[in-house]
């Protein structure tokens, strides 16, 4: 995983799939969407936000935001080792295209603050659509190889998913938009801070005994297994 530095008034009543789950149960997805194992993570991610009986709410960290690092051949090396070992641990492919247009594209800025602004955008805009936009974006660096570190690339991928509301608001940069960013990145460090999270991916329970961590190694086994450990199984 990724390193670096709720609310919920959950049900007694249990889920009529009888995973032993809460009705409406909050789940806090702690993420970075520049980040390898996040996206690894994301065939997991995606369907939990299909569950009828959990609300997951998306917190980015800001774990890659403004942190003003480059590409270059050892960095781009290493990031490319890595994905190797998320796309054999999970079955996400990382692309020759990935390969060559954004770890090759050696002085272009690591930086997820585009794609975190974009989906903040959608949040302020087409909130239903948040998890969908997450995915397009990692999807179009992963296996596209668009530079998704680039607001421009963010901001037509947002057009091309007929969110215009929200590509506006990212060109615009105003200020509801940005307060609602440094808002999200603050209460999600404060998350981690306070259940001594040590990186993303990772999952926050709320449930009647408070906030419970579930670390980002339960995202990669079976779906039935992740729905047993946010159950407290």
């Known amino acids: 995983m990724s390193t670096a530095q709720g609310r919920s008034q959950a049900s007694s009543h249990r889920s009529p799939q009888g995973e032993g789950m809460p009705v409406s149960t909050t789940v806090t997805y702690l993420f970075d969407p520049l980040c390898g194992w996040c996206y690894g993570a994301s065939p997991a991610v995606q369907r939990l936000g299909q569950q009828s009986d959990i609300r997951l709410e998306l917190a980015p960290t800001g774990l890659f935001s403004g942190g003003g690092r480059r590409m270059d051949a050892a960095f781009a090396e290493f990031a490319w080792s890595n994905d190797q070992r998320i796309a054999k641990l999970t079955g996400q492919p990382f692309t020759q295209a990935y390969r060559h247009n954004v770890l090759g594209h050696h002085g272009s800025p690591f930086d997820s603050a585009a794609m975190t602004l974009g989906i903040t955008a959608v949040s302020l805009t087409e909130p ?52 609602r960013h440094a808002d999200r990145l603050q209460k999600a460090q404060g998350l981690m801070q306070s259940l001594g999270a040590q990186g993303v991916p990772a999952l ?30």
Request: aromatic share 4%; no cysteine; proline share 1%.
């Open 128 to 179: 239903e659509r948040e998890l969908e936009t997450l995915k397009v974006l990692q999807e179009a660096r992963y296996v596209k190889g668009l530079d998704t570190a680039n607001e421009l690339v963010v901001t037509e991928l947002l057009r091309d998913l007929g969110l215009e509301a929200a590509a506006q608001r990212l060109t615009a940069a105003d200020a509801v938009l940005m307060e």
């Open 204 to 233: 926050v329970v709320h449930d009647s005994s408070g906030p419970r961590l579930l670390r980002g190694n339960v995202l990669y086994g079976s779906f039935e297994t992740l729905l047993g450990h946010m159950a407290g199984a």
